[in-house]
């Protein structure tokens, strides 16, 4: 009798969450693949800086521990005065103990065009020093909801006070589902 119990007892809750605990599809269909260029320019000197340093650094010459908050603008050319399409915001600190390495932890919102209201989530180690980087694309909004994909970084210029401008490539993986 305790065995026939247990055996139907086992059997019942199988059934009860067999039905609950279904995968998810997303029924989206292959995903739209995305191009994006843009200019990223950090600007840290100077009266109206887009970054702002946080935390001091430790000694050294690499800027370890030092840590900035940042609200970018991102536009089509490398001019600073090229059509803004949108704003980094977020944070990046100086990781490396001997070598400058930065860890970046950013929000790409666009403001502009087709992918106005729309953002990538961008974070990782940037090698600051290196002629291209290469950091993942975690995830997104709108358009670009459940994103991933990578980014590419060049460095265009860097002036006297340090204000650099950087050039992203960034092939973007999303649901088309998503209305792009």
């Known amino acids: 009798m305790s065995s026939t119990y247990w055996t139907i007892l086992f059997i019942s809750f ?3 969450t067999s039905s609950w605990a279904q995968p998810a599809t997303t029924g989206g269909g ?3 693949v995305t191009n994006l260029q843009f200019y990223f320019h950090d600007i840290v000197s100077g009266r109206n800086p887009t970054a702002v340093q946080i935390i001091k650094p430790a000694s050294g010459s690499s800027g370890f521990g030092q840590v900035n908050v940042a609200d970018e603008p991102l ?4 001019d600073a005065s090229s059509k803004v399409v949108g704003r980094a915001q977020g944070m990046y600190a100086a990781a490396g103990q001997s070598e400058i390495s930065l860890l970046m932890a950013m929000s790409y919102g666009f403001t502009d065009g087709p992918y106005n209201g729309s953002s990538l989530s961008i974070m990782g180690k940037n090698p600051a020093m290196d002629p291209t980087r290469e950091l993942p694309v975690l995830g997104g909004t709108g358009v670009f909801r459940m994103a991933r994909g990578y980014a590419e970084m060049k460095t265009v210029s860097v002036n006297a006070g340090g204000d650099a401008v950087v050039h992203y490539n960034v092939t973007v993986y999303a649901p088309a589902s998503n209305g792009q």
């Not at 536009?75 to 490398?78: E, I, M, Y």
């Open 30 to 32: 292959p995903d739209t």
């Open 75 to 78: 536009t089509v050319g490398p």
């Open 14 to 16: 199988t059934v009860a």
